[in-house]
């Protein structure tokens, strides 16, 4: 039976959460400026799904069906992106799914925002490349049967990580993580994330199946609030009892997913030099920017996403 769950990739929740708990992590050097604009971090860990309503090119970069490519570990597919091309035509690539060099780019534009001491440009791109590297954690973001829609298990991906999360976090979750690392090979680090998440999307998909089978329809399903609205979603039930049939896979995949993204945002500011976040440059947003905030939102409350959808 369908069911009808509005949700994005870690959900809304989840990449709220990630960003913001994921400030804890760095130094008090790069504190300085991450602290203050916290709610900032937290806020635009969303846009770039709310871009998928405004730009055709945005939907392929938040996954990889990395099972197009063989067997685990894939190692048809070359790792860098001209060779994956050369091998398999631009339109296959991009079809089945960028994030893993798109996270690369990402990267790339935060250094050079630290290096230019670009306020704006800083938290924009740690907003964002914070919701590329949480997305690759995602178990089914690295496979083709991404909604459970090739074994009848429609609204897995939301369940996964919009139900499980939303349900569970607050009150179960630990997030205490440590400390931000420095990651000196930033596309071996991203290709291991995803290695690992096409290899649990096998154990996702399998445990829902086999929970199926022990949970009576009205028992898997129930009308509960959520977001202040009565809706029909998987039981609170089903969702504990998913939770442990995975073993808390999906708090150990979002306490990786902080710690990554913390990493990954302190090797760009060493690789910039450690620039003095004390005394930065354009700190405020130009008329540009904010007019682009302004219709991502609109887009997005409006429009159909353009591409793929994950719900
Ligand atoms: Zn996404």
Redesign the pocket.
Known sequence: MGISLQS???GFYG?QRINYYAVFLLPPEMLVLFKPNIQFLTDHAVD??KRRYAVADEAPR?FIDIDHYGQYPYTELPRKYDDAVKKFGEDTVIGNGIVPWHIQIMQARLTNAFTEKNQAKILRYAAEIG??IS?SHVPL?ASGNHDGQLTNQKGIHGFWESRVPELLAEKQFDFMIGKAQYISNIPGYTWDRILESGAASDTVLRAEAELNKLFAGDRKFAFEERNGKITRQYSTAYTQAYNNRINNMVERRMRLSILSVASFWYTAWVNAGQPDLKNINNLAFTAEDIKEFEALNSDWRTGQSKGRV?E
């Open positions: 994005f990739c870690w990449h770039p799904d938040h919701h590329y997305d973001h994950h």
